[in-house]
């Protein structure tokens, strides 16, 4: 049986390359390529033709819901799953629209990525565990409360920055990741501990696990 060839999206070197190692352990895998953006992996994509492409969402140059969309017009027979940190609503559905048929969280185990890819190269829409029951709350109009709704006075880049420290990530990590400078990360935070009148980073956590948020750590 051939190999299902498989190509991995990641800004972050290090989880890159240890899903691509995990990923080349499995009987009838074969990881053809790698890429640290969006705007690269459209064009190895393009050249490479892998089965499955695995893409993160947060990348620099371009993010993986344009990078997606980019693929799926230019290679249709690639199909894309959304391996990210990210659990929100939105961008499950932005991820849906622009083509992918699947997501997973970088949470899951590695059985449930490895299936994910199978299942994805067959043909079929996959959503990793946790996600399928807010597909079906999504599709019947029953939306649970996002975190934005549990913080109004927050804009929607201070409720991202809330869920990254509520998962342990310090500043430089946090600036890294949405690829912005120290000191905005700073004034983020300090908007968000007026707004919601905490008195310091510790009492920040513990408000946003309250709320559901920071529940899944990066790689």
Same mark, same amino acid.
Do not use: C, W
């Given at each position: 049986?051939?190999?299902?060839?498989?190509?991995?999206?990641?800004?972050?070197?290090?989880?890159?390359?240890?899903?691509?190692?995990?990923?080349?352990?499995?009987?009838?895998?074969?990881?053809?390529?790698?890429?640290?953006?969006?705007?690269? &992996?459209?064009?190895?994509?393009?050249?490479?033709?892998?089965?499955?492409?695995?893409?993160?969402?947060?990348?620099? &140059?371009?993010?993986?819901?344009?990078?997606?969309?980019?693929?799926?017009?230019?290679?249709?027979? &690639?199909?894309?799953?959304?391996?990210?940190?990210?659990?929100?609503?939105?961008?499950?559905?932005?991820?849906?629209?622009?083509?992918?048929?699947?997501?997973?969280? *970088?949470?899951?185990?590695?059985?449930?990525?490895?299936?994910?890819?199978?299942?994805?190269?067959?043909?079929?829409?996959?959503?990793?565990?946790?996600? &399928?029951?807010?597909?079906?709350?999504?599709?019947?109009?029953?939306?649970?409360?996002?975190?934005g709704d549990r913080f109004?006075?927050?804009?929607?880049?201070?409720?991202?920055?809330?869920?990254?420290?509520?998962?342990g990530l310090r500043n430089?990590?946090?600036?890294?990741?949405?690829?912005?400078?120290? *000191?905005?990360?700073?004034?983020?935070?300090?908007?968000?501990?007026?707004?919601?009148?905490?008195?310091?980073?510790?009492?920040?956590?513990?408000?946003?696990?309250?709320?559901?948020?920071?529940?899944?750590?990066?790689?």
């Open positions: 049986m051939t190999a299902l060839r498989v190509f991995v999206a990641d800004d972050h070197p290090a989880f890159r390359r240890g899903l691509a190692g995990m990923l080349s352990t499995v009987e009838g895998l074969d990881v053809v390529g790698d890429a640290p953006d969006g705007r690269i &992996a459209v064009e190895r994509v393009a050249e490479l033709r892998p089965d499955v492409v695995l893409m993160d969402l947060h990348m620099p &140059a371009m993010g993986g819901i344009e990078a997606t969309a980019a693929i799926r017009a230019r290679v249709p027979e &690639a199909a894309v799953v959304v391996l990210t940190m990210i659990e929100d609503d939105d961008a499950l559905l932005a991820a849906m629209r622009a083509g992918a048929t699947g997501y997973v969280l *970088k949470g899951a185990d590695q059985d449930d990525v490895v299936r994910a890819v199978r299942a994805a190269a067959s043909g079929e829409v996959i959503f990793g565990p946790g996600i &399928a029951s807010r597909v079906v709350q999504l599709l019947t109009g029953q939306r649970p409360p996002s975190a109004p006075d927050l804009t929607e880049r201070e409720v991202e920055v809330l869920d990254l420290v509520a998962g430089p990590e946090i600036a890294a990741r949405l690829v912005v400078s120290e *000191k905005t990360v700073r004034n983020h935070i300090s908007n968000i501990f007026a707004k919601l009148h905490l008195a310091d980073r510790a009492q920040a956590i513990v408000a946003a696990r309250e709320a559901g948020m920071g529940r899944r750590s990066p790689p």
